[in-house]
């Protein structure tokens, strides 16, 4: 009697060969548009799926899309220096908060070790941002400036700069004819009566060749001001600066042009260190309240000057008179930052130091009226100094081809 063959049972196809296909029947654009509506997270993972999956998600022609849709959907990006590290934190930006948007989740994006000594971190530059300052005579072995980019979790270490000064500004700009990202340093001489930057250094991120440092001329020495951070436009990285006697200023406005890497200076409308470099809607805002730098229960007002014209200096003057409400706003003992200007023209302040709870305000000018809103998951410390910045992109270019 015959015995039946038993067929093979076939073996299940892994699900690594399901996955890590993708139907080459659909056109680039629809892949793009797909992946480009995930979290930049899930893109990062994504690298791990296949070899396919990484040329599609390496392509320049993706993250460059996927840059411009996250122009759309801005985050919230929080961050603080904890244990010889920086963590970063984000949030969805509401568009039109109001009283209903009473409180905010984050989203922890990395930690990652920092050899620098500041406390600051200059504002994201197409999602990338960069430590400012370094003191190489503070005890810090072999301080470098870092790069960092919380959407893929990575960062790199600039080469070392070359100078005997102890004090280096550090500033981040992006041009956007040459796609660049560049770093300008600078080292300052600290003399009785004479505190200028004597040195002028460029560093230009993606290039083939090795990274290092190159010194670049400037007409006119000046001192970088440690309280004013800077802001990239459109290919410009403005940030404030002081000056000695004998310069036709006190204090100026500095204009970098990140592309042909030159100097130009405006002087300081409002004539004070205290002011706040913002983006006002495309065009360099100077904010100053009455009272100093932060906002407190004794502030009242706010002074905005718009630069409207770069040529010809020409500026626009807004004044507001702060509601009543702000008062009742504050939680305990606490003074605000003032963090920038919303595309719909709201001025953003954030909490300074880390506290549960901790909010940040948005302050319609037109209405004048003032949201509170509570961003929760923040941590683990407390009393840390914080950096809240508005309308963050996530990018997804990795910075593999950014190392040296």
């Known amino acids: 009697m015959r015995r039946k063959r038993h067929k093979k049972a076939k073996k299940p196809r892994s699900q690594s060969s399901s996955t890590t296909s993708v139907d080459n029947s659909l056109p680039t654009d629809l892949i793009f548009e797909i992946f480009s509506r995930l979290p930049a997270k899930s893109i990062a993972k994504f690298h791990c799926v296949s070899k396919q999956w990484t040329s ?78 370094l003191w190489l005579g503070s005890g810090c072995e072999d301080p470098r400036g870092m790069i960092y980019n919380p959407s893929t979790g990575q960062f790199i270490t600039l ?80 940030y404030c600066a002081s000056f000695d006697k004998l310069s036709p200023f006190s204090y100026a406005i500095v204009c970098f042009d990140v592309k042909h890497e030159t100097f130009r200076f405006i002087e300081n409308v409002q004539k004070t260190w205290l002011s706040v470099l913002i983006n006002c809607k495309g065009k360099l805002g100077v904010l100053c309240c009455n009272d100093g730098l932060g906002i407190s229960r004794r502030t009242t007002s706010l002074e905005l000057h718009v630069l409207d014209d770069v040529e010809k200096q020409k500026w626009s003057y807004h004044s507001y008179t702060l509601p009543p409400q702000l008062e009742n706003l504050f939680v305990g003992d606490i003074s605000l930052g003032i963090v920038g200007m919303t595309c719909n023209g709201e001025i953003v302040f954030s909490q300074r130091r880390l506290h549960d709870p901790f909010y940040i305000y948005y302050y319609n000018v037109e209405k004048n009226t003032i949201v509170r809103v509570r961003i929760q998951g923040i941590g683990p410390a407390k009393g840390q100094w914080i950096s809240t910045f508005i309308d963050h992109l996530e990018n997804v270019k990795r910075m593999r081809e950014y190392w040296f």
């Open 56 to 133: 599609i998600l390496d392509r320049p022609d993706f993250t460059d899309h996927f840059l411009k849709m996250s122009s759309s959907r801005p985050c919230l990006l929080f961050t603080f220096k904890v244990g010889g590290k920086w963590l970063f934190f984000s949030a969805p930006q509401p568009l039109n908060p109001d009283q209903n948007s009473s409180s905010l989740a984050v989203d922890g994006h990395m930690s990652s070790p920092t050899i620098t000594c500041s406390l600051y971190i200059h504002a994201p530059v197409c999602g990338f941002l960069c430590a400012k300052d």
């Open 159 to 238: 080469p070392k700069v070359r100078t005997r000064r102890v004090d280096v500004r550090t500033y981040f700009g992006f041009d956007p004819i040459n796609k660049q990202f560049k770093v300008l340093c600078m080292t300052v001489c600290r003399k009785p009566r004479k505190e200028t930057a004597e040195e002028y250094q460029v560093l230009t991120l993606g290039t083939e060749e090795k990274l290092s440092w190159r010194m670049i001329e400037c007409s006119l020495p000046h001192k970088p001001m440690c309280m004013c951070r800077g802001i990239c436009i459109d290919g410009v990285l403005y």
